[in-house]
């Protein structure tokens, strides 16, 4: 399956409250995280560049949900301000 294939077949899902906070809040870490953890952090979004487009393929192949993918970010983006730092300004 790829990812326009997958758009189509599922209908737009919101956004949960968590997910969203991480989206925020994952701008705001103290330094910069490995180029795999970034990697990691593009899956949930659908946007250009090759390598993000790959992750999120790579989730919708393994049949991860949208809410999964959700709830997978999050606890990595608080993964990251533990490891990182985190400025709550």
Do not use: C
């Not at 326009?4 to 103290?30: I, T, W």
């Not at 991860?64 to 993964?79: C, F, G, I, K, R």
Request: cysteine-free.
């Amino acid at each position: 399956m790829h990812l326009n294939d997958a758009q189509e077949s599922q209908p737009q899902q919101s956004q949960s409250l968590a997910f969203q906070n991480a989206v925020n809040e994952v701008h705001r870490l103290k330094a910069r995280p490995t180029n795999e953890e970034m990697l990691e952090s593009y899956m949930p979004y659908t946007s250009k560049g090759k390598a993000k487009i790959d992750a999120w393929e790579k989730i919708v192949d393994e049949g991860v949900t949208t809410e999964q993918a959700q709830e997978t970010y999050a606890v990595l983006v608080d993964d990251l301000k533990v490891k990182y730092g985190f400025d709550t300004r």
